[in-house]
């Protein structure tokens, strides 16, 4: 489905590799099978080349990977940037979290990724070999075969893409994209309008299922904190265990406010959850209020852009009168 | 043992320069408000943590109130319209994970409003009240 | 003031969009006014008769067809009241009643002539009509 | 672990009335980490207060709990006793069971329980309580005062007055600002240049002033008492130190038709320049957008005829680095542009004029050498139209105008009416006002005079329209009392600009890290109480730069933001609120959040390198509050999302520890 | 062999809880957990649920005790809730191996008598495997996913269900349950084809050649650790998904009113994973991550006769947010050893 080649990308880092623009290349790195792709740095051509891979499966977002790698890399790294990876990368420059000197960022387009999850609820286990496309071809050891459109798998926050823009490169491959209207907020609305009652049991019901893996906040771009409070003992919040269901709701509303006005609505957060717990609804939830009371703001879309929550103007609205407001 | 009649524990974070200043004025005035509001100095509204708040309705309280100078008469010039911002968004947010809305206010109250602050104690006690025990944001480990 | 007075007021501000408070009593829209002599009720006048719920004798009034909707006085007025709209709101309330219609197109035929745009013509057909 | 000691106040029945105190100090006593409790008619009296230090004594106190009246009333005292005992101040802690119990809750049972669990609050608080020293910072005795108008200079005089050196910049070559420009002044119609050149004068002679004339701040660092200033003093080819301010070359300079800023371009003067004769200081300027010397080379008749030697065409900008302990703002006004409002036809017309353009045609010293002339033609005007409120007062959604209300004009009007009819009595003057607004002293009966006496016609109603008809102007107005649209014709046409604050001000106001409200007027400290303080220590406001102010208005606040530039400096060193916020440098992401939510400017950032855990090092960026500067609101605590900023005294450790201990 | 039909399967749900709090895997919101069983509740034909059931004897999260301070006198709690008899269905033969992994670290001095307790009240039904992922890899350790142990073996097929005890305490349960005799064929014949099958899976060929103890000195300082380690998150997906991993943290929590002291599962791959007063001992994630993997590929085996600690279930090979596994360190560091 990807539009752009895996080798186009190959050729381009093994170019600036090799006339020493960059020292190293953050790429996808081929798994065991065609759908477990790992964030990997390559430094040499054979690497690349036997290596790297793009396809449907790629949607590690790297940004994050730059705050700890650009500070123990000599020389410049390459990083390939999908649409919104660009946002991230954008947000993290906005805090400080890595030197723009060190990255060399190389935009490319992105047509959607897909979701091995909803591949296999398809196809059930066992499978053999995927074949990326427009319609995905799925082979299994039981001698299946299926073919899937890829439209019908993507992840969620390919579904509701937000931006085919990138709004940070130094080079871009492919054409410039555009802002997209989405329908991302359709599900936070659709909960709002919800009674009480029904909201409460759902989160219970979703929240419940937390292991407390912190997958969510590790893969997540804006939680780089040198010191998570959920690791600091002195904070108060801290634990390792959803001890109870306080501590699960504590958890992730924490953590939603924490990035509240500098989550760039990557998805990532979702995408990883062992749990399958709908986590990027709780960051829309306050997107989409940000939106409606402040004005709108996407995170990352300018470096230096104030956050919403580092800002206010005197004619803010006040807590009392969010609930009419958020009900309309 | 007789049974006990419930009654709401509310917690009020009160800026030192207004709030505080209402709430010692509501006393010297002699203006009656429920006892089971217990009131915490913070020198800004805007030194509240979204996490206090959690805190406060982990360890067993029934309603959470913030009380701060009114916009654009913060004592730090700013500090409360942060807070207005944290707050509208927390609240929000609560009230998307089904939490009782009426567990959760802010009121502006200024150092010459004695009257308004045992008037807004009077009816967030009372309106928690009818809400009865906080339930969706206990901690269980915390009761008695 | 009156239910029916009120009802009045709230209809005209509500189709004008003009929030009549505002006006700090400059008289800048008469001052402005080209057809201020032609005009029974003035521009300020118009502003403070709505806001004081006095609308009866502006529905009366011909000064309602002696507008010209130049908009001059919601261009000059410093606090964006915009009387012309209002002005526009109380002609289309009273135009909106049966059988106030300032103009039929038996009408028309008389006023062609020469000198008269045809434009003009079709835009007062469509001011004073329902 | 703590040793505390918990001290319950009766006051007299105030509290014993309805919380058993007796109870209280029994129950507290068997709180963590209390080892000592008791109970006093009055904790505040001399006598109470050496029952504490006693107790600290006795019993080896390092914290203290006094269960008493507000915090507000006698936290201070209670820390001085703890300071007598030898404890640290900040190692007390108020329950408030009086104003906060006693007196909102009837019943004894009540009150006792409430007080308790107070009590318990602050005792979980006090026991992570950690001594707390105010920091020191040693002041720089001299005052910087950015603007040289009669704001700047009143401030600088008192300043000077005490005994401490003080700066002036103003970026015009000369200082006197709008005040020299004027002619006479309302209520009193004593005339401008006679009560401020006198003090220019002052300003000149004193030895504790400096002037950096043609000068402007270009970067500000530091605090409160220990400001690093950058000032550029803009090359003006003329060695002040050598220039006599004799004129000859203003006076034989060959470019002739320089405008002339300093009457509103009415007329013109040469490239060489002294502004006005009384200028301070008395040095000529080039200007170098008109100097042919300077722009190709050619010319140099100054230079041939100054005898002083004092021309310098290859003099260039100079930058001045200075330190100060004080800065007050007096930047001042200006009028706004008239160009927005067409329908007054001021740029079609060179008779309508601002008053400001008024003031320099009455003007002794200006373009007509005091004589009323129409600009256009030189005539006399027979017919004169004031319009007051030109561009103030105007909605919100209006591009053309300010909201606020420009005070001055009604005042000036007035006089300029009441000058016009007493030098011209046979000049017709027309005032349309929508109100006048006269509060001060003498003001209304200025005005009335200007009716009454002088027979000025005041009509309730707005301008609407001024066109140009020949060589008259034809002004279309209402008179809102007669319900008329007047049509009357005018020579000269006067409009109350509104004023708004000088564009240099925003600017300044991001250097120095003072906020500004919408419309560029500096914020005061507190709008009631601390007027001309910024919220930014050690910065003050004087004269228009913090809202429209008259003269004596201006010299009142230049009076008072000296005084509080004098208390500051007459300090040594300044002690710190000790409760300010701090940044754990291992937790601290740098990412900013908490530099823009202070408004104190008290957050800088720096790349600090660490040695981690597994042997690299590595180069990070963090937050340093400089406490001299921060006032401890705790907004950055929150806005920081590792938790690595936290505020002493206020600690979100402390601050949970009380929720809990009443939660409980 | 006893057996019972498809249809008949609920019956003896019902029979076995009605003496024992019955868990099975069932399937929830997409996916697949295990739930108490009561009347409606559906045992999922999914392979394996996502958590491993090592929680019904070593929960997320356990309180330990509950402690109380007053003036100087401590007072101490016993708050355990282990004694609760129960009987986990559907168990796959990794998982119950998992157990006997557990087992050798919790059973042995200092023994765990929380979890021991919970071994005893609860009877494990293991259920073998007839349709394996492309992530498993049991029999690189070993299992057969075709005869799992625990204390009654079952083994499901298109219409019956086929139940045979291995234990005296699987035979006791299921001489309650009334199941008629049947003959071994079926499952005979279901084995067959699963054999086959496994055969064919992408990671049949992955062996253990290179691991095992003593091998630290050959493993440890293998420069492939940094790059496999590289895009780690630190994350405790992996650990926690895992049916083998053992670590666990005490923590007290003071509930205002007492001390409640509980442990909870701990990962090693978190930068404050065994931190002590002096600080931590593995500092970066190259030596967590490292460490997570030598553990059970040899310092386990080490210490326990040869048994990896791994069992091939493939969790974490699904679960990883950035796919990286032990797969992947078995053949990255295993292979070159060769």
């Known amino acids: ?328 | 043992m007789q049974v006990k009649e419930y009654k709401p524990l509310i917690v009020a974070f009160c800026c030192n320069w207004c709030s505080y200043a209402g709430a010692d004025l509501a006393g010297n005035n002699r203006l009656n408000y429920p006892a089971d509001v217990k009131i915490i100095r913070v020198p800004c509204s805007c030194r509240v943590n979204p996490m206090f708040v959690l805190r406060a309705f982990q360890r067993g309280a029934d309603g959470v109130i913030l009380c701060g100078c009114h916009p654009g008469d913060c004592h730090y010039t700013s500090g409360n319209y942060y807070t207005r911002r944290r707050m509208a968004l927390l609240f929000s947010m609560l009230d998307y994970l089904g939490i009782e809305r009426e567990r959760t206010r802010v009121e502006w109250v200024s150092a010459a409003e004695g009257a308004k602050f045992a008037a807004t104690m009077n009816d967030f006690a009372e309106k928690v009240a009818a809400l009865g025990e906080n339930k969706r944001l206990e901690d269980l480990r915390c009761k008695k | 003031m009156s239910n029916s007075k009120k009802y009045l007021r709230e209809e005209i501000i509500r189709i004008s969009g003009v929030n009549p408070k505002k006006c700090m009593r400059c008289g800048k829209c008469s001052a402005t006014c080209p057809a201020y002599d032609e005009m029974e009720y003035h521009p300020h006048q118009f502003v403070y008769m709505v806001e004081n719920g006095n609308i009866e004798p502006l529905l009366e009034s011909e000064s309602l067809y002696r507008c010209l909707t130049c908009f001059a006085c919601v261009e000059r007025c410093p606090r964006s009241v915009e009387p012309a709209k209002l002005v526009e709101a109380v002609r289309l309330a009273a135009v909106r009643k049966q059988g106030n219609n300032r103009m039929t197109a038996n009408d028309v035929p008389e006023l062609i002539d020469d000198e008269t745009p045809q434009q003009l013509i079709v835009s007062a057909f469509r001011k004073y009509t329902k | 672990m703590q040793r505390i000691g918990v001290f319950v106040c009766w006051c007299g029945s105030n509290i014993a009335g309805t919380v058993d105190v007796v109870a209280v100090a029994e129950a507290l006593k068997k709180e963590p980490g209390v080892v000592f409790s008791a109970n006093y008619q009055y904790m505040c009296s001399q006598a109470g207060q050496d029952l504490i230090k006693q107790a600290v004594k006795e019993h080896n106190l390092t914290g203290i709990v006094v269960c008493s009246c507000s915090p507000r009333m006698h936290e201070a005292t209670f820390r001085k006793t703890a300071a007598a005992a030898g404890l640290n101040p900040y190692m007390v802690e108020i329950a408030n069971i009086r104003e906060q119990c006693s007196w909102v809750h009837k019943e004894m049972p009540i009150g006792t329980e409430k007080a308790i669990i107070l009590g318990k609050a602050a005792i979980a608080k006090v026991n992570l309580n950690v001594p707390l020293t105010p920091g020191e910072s040693p002041v720089t005795k001299r005052a910087l005062v950015i603007g040289g108008g009669i704001a700047g200079i009143q401030t600088a005089l008192d300043i000077a007055d005490a005994g401490f050196e003080v700066d002036i910049v103003e970026k015009k070559p000369t200082i006197g600002g709008k005040m020299a420009q004027l002619d006479k002044t309302f209520p009193t119609l004593d005339c401008a240049a006679c009560i401020l050149t006198p003090k220019m004068v002052d300003v000149a002679q004193n030895e504790k002033i400096r002037i950096f004339s043609y000068s402007e701040v270009t970067e500000v660092k530091g605090f409160v008492g220990n400001f690093d200033v950058k000032i550029k003093k803009k090359a003006r080819y003329v060695k002040e130190e050598l220039c006599t301010g004799c004129g000859a070359c203003t006076e034989k300079c060959p470019m002739k038709k320089v405008p002339n800023d300093f009457n509103l371009n009415m007329d013109t003067k040469r490239a060489i320049y002294i502004p006005f004769a009384q200028a301070v200081p008395k040095v000529a300027t080039i200007d170098p957008d008109y100097c042919n010397m300077l722009k190709n080379g050619k010319c140099g008749v100054c230079s041939k005829v100054c005898t002083a030697g004092a021309i310098d065409y290859t003099q260039k900008d100079e930058f001045i680095e200075e330190k100060y302990g004080a800065i007050v703002v007096a930047t001042g006004f200006n009028p706004i542009s008239m160009d927005k409002f067409d329908e007054f036809a001021y740029n079609q017309s060179k008779d309508v004029i601002t008053s400001l353009e008024f003031e320099r045609l009455t003007n002794a010293a200006g373009p007509t050498a005091g004589k009323l002339l129409r600009p256009s033609d030189g005539k006399h005007p027979e017919k004169i139209v004031f319009v007051q409120c030109v561009g103030s007062r105007c909605d919100a959604c209006n591009e053309k105008g300010k909201e606020y209300c420009s005070k001055i004009c009604c005042m000036y009007t007035a006089k300029h009416a009441m000058l016009t009819r007493d030098k011209y009595p046979d000049t017709d003057v027309t005032v349309f006002y929508i109100d006048v607004r006269t509060p001060g002293k003498n003001f209304d009966e200025f005005y009335r005079r200007a009716v009454e006496e002088y027979g000025v016609h005041y009509i309730k109603g707005m301008v609407g329209k001024v066109s140009p008809e020949g060589d008259k102007l034809m002004v279309q107005a209402s008179d809102l009392l007669d319900n008329k649209q007047l049509k009357i014709e005018a020579d000269l046409v006067v409009l109350a600009a509104a004023i708004e604050p000088d564009k240099s001000a925003r600017p300044l106001a991001t250097m120095l890290t003072a906020s500004m409200d919408t419309n560029d007027f500096f914020t005061e400290a507190h709008p009631k109480l601390r007027p001309v303080e910024s919220p930014t220590a050690g910065v003050f406001l004087s004269g228009a730069c913090q809202g429209p102010k008259d003269i004596p208005e201006t010299v009142a606040q230049a009076g008072a933001a000296a005084s509080k530039v004098i208390g500051l400096l007459a300090k040594d060193k300044l002690t710190g609120n000790p409760c300010v916020a701090h940044s754990n440098e291992l937790m601290c992401n740098g990412c900013s959040s908490c530099e823009r939510v202070c408004p104190y400017g008290a957050i800088t950032y720096e790349d600090k390198e660490f040695r981690m855990p597994d042997r690299t090092t590595q180069i990070r960026r963090i937050a340093v509050v400089n406490p001299a500067v921060c006032q401890g609101c705790g907004c950055c605590t929150v806005a920081c999302p590792s938790g690595a900023m936290d505020l002493k005294g206020f600690a979100s450790e402390q601050i949970m520890a009380e929720v809990d201990a009443i939660c409980k | 062999m006893l057996k019972c039909s498809i249809d008949a399967l609920n019956g003896v749900f019902a029979k076995i809880a009605a003496d024992a709090t019955l868990y099975l895997p069932t399937d929830k919101d997409g996916s697949t957990v295990y739930a108490e069983w009561s009347e409606g509740v559906e045992l999922s034909n999914a392979l394996n649920t996502a958590k491993s059931p090592k929680d019904f004897f070593f929960p997320q999260v356990e309180d330990l005790m509950k402690f109380k301070v007053e003036g100087k006198s401590i007072s101490v709690d016993d708050i355990r809730s282990e004694s609760e008899d129960f009987v986990v269905f559907g168990v796959r033969a990794c998982d119950v191996r998992s157990f006997d992994i557990l087992d050798r670290v919790f059973l042995v001095e200092p023994y765990d008598s929380y979890y021991a307790s919970r071994r005893e009240h609860g009877v494990i039904i293991s259920m073998a495997c007839s349709k394996p992922a492309e992530t498993c890899f049991c029999r690189t350790f070993g299992i057969d996913c075709t005869n799992p142990g625990g204390d009654i073996a079952v083994w499901k097929t298109e219409d019956s269900v086929y139940w045979n005890a291995n234990t005296e305490k699987g035979e006791k349960l299921l001489s309650k349950l009334g199941l008629e005799e049947c003959s071994d064929d079926a499952v005979n014949a279901q084995k067959e084809k699963t054999e086959k099958i496994m055969s064919k899976l992408p990671l049949a060929g992955l062996t253990t050649d290179g691991f095992g103890g003593g091998k630290t000195l050959d493993l440890f300082n293998r420069p492939e650790w940094k790059s496999l380690s590289e895009s780690c998150l630190g994350c405790g997906t992996c650990t926690f998904v895992c049916p083998t991993c053992q670590c666990y943290d005490v923590k007290d929590f003071n509930t205002g009113n007492a001390i409640i002291r509980y442990r909870c599962w701990d990962s090693c791959m978190y930068s404050d994973f065994t931190k002590m007063a002096h600080g931590n001992n593995r500092n970066s994630q190259v030596e967590r991550f490292r460490q997570r993997f030598m553990h059970k590929l040899v310092y386990y085996p080490e210490n326990n006769e040869g048994i990896f600690g791994c069992v091939g279930c493939g969790r974490c090979l699904a679960k990883c947010p950035i796919s990286m596994n032990i797969v992947k360190v078995m053949k990255t560091i295993g292979g070159n050893a060769e």
């Open chain 1, 1 to 328: 489905m990807q539009k752009i080649t895996r080798d186009v990308l190959v050729e381009k880092a093994v170019s600036l590799l090799e006339n020493g623009s960059v020292s190293c290349v953050l790429g996808w790195k081929k798994g065991e099978f065609d759908y477990d792709i790992t964030p990997a740095v390559f430094e040499s051509k054979e690497e690349l080349v036997s290596d790297f891979i793009f396809d449907d499966f790629c949607g590690a977002n790297f940004s994050k990977y730059l705050v700890q790698k650009t500070r123990k890399v000599e020389g410049k790294i390459l990083v390939f940037l999908k649409p919104c990876d660009t946002y991230s990368f954008n947000q993290l420059l906005t805090e400080h979290r890595f030197d723009r000197e060190k990255v060399y960022a190389v935009g490319i387009p992105c047509e959607g990724m897909v979701d091995i999850g909803k591949i296999k609820a398809i196809t059930g286990d066992g499978i053999s070999s995927i074949v990326c496309g427009d319609t995905i071809k799925v082979n299994t050891i039981y001698d299946e075969s299926f073919d899937i459109n890829a439209k019908d798998v993507l992840l969620e926050r390919c579904i509701n893409c937000k931006s085919k823009k990138h709004v940070a490169y130094d080079e871009l491959i492919g054409e410039e994209g555009e802002v997209i209207e989405s329908n991302r907020f359709d599900e936070v609305a659709r909960l709002e309008a919800m009674t009480p009652d029904e909201r409460f049991a759902f989160w219970q019901n979703e929240l419940s299922k937390c292991i407390r893996c912190n997958a969510c906040r590790d893969v997540c771009p804006a939680c780089t904190c040198e010191k998570c409070v959920f690791n600091n003992p002195k904070s108060g919040v801290e634990n390792k265990a959803p001890a109870n269901e306080f501590e699960e709701k504590m958890f992730h509303i924490i953590r939603a406010f924490h990035v509240a006005g500098r989550c760039t609505d990557c998805g990532e957060c979702s995408r990883v959850c062992p749990q399958n717990i709908p986590l990027h609804l709780l960051n829309r939830k306050f997107i989409k209020d940000i939106d409606s009371f402040y004005g709108e703001y996407q995170a990352g879309a300018e470096v230096g852009s104030r956050a919403p929550l580092v800002n206010y103007t005197t004619e803010d609205i006040e807590p009392c009168d969010v609930f009419e407001r958020g009900n309309d």
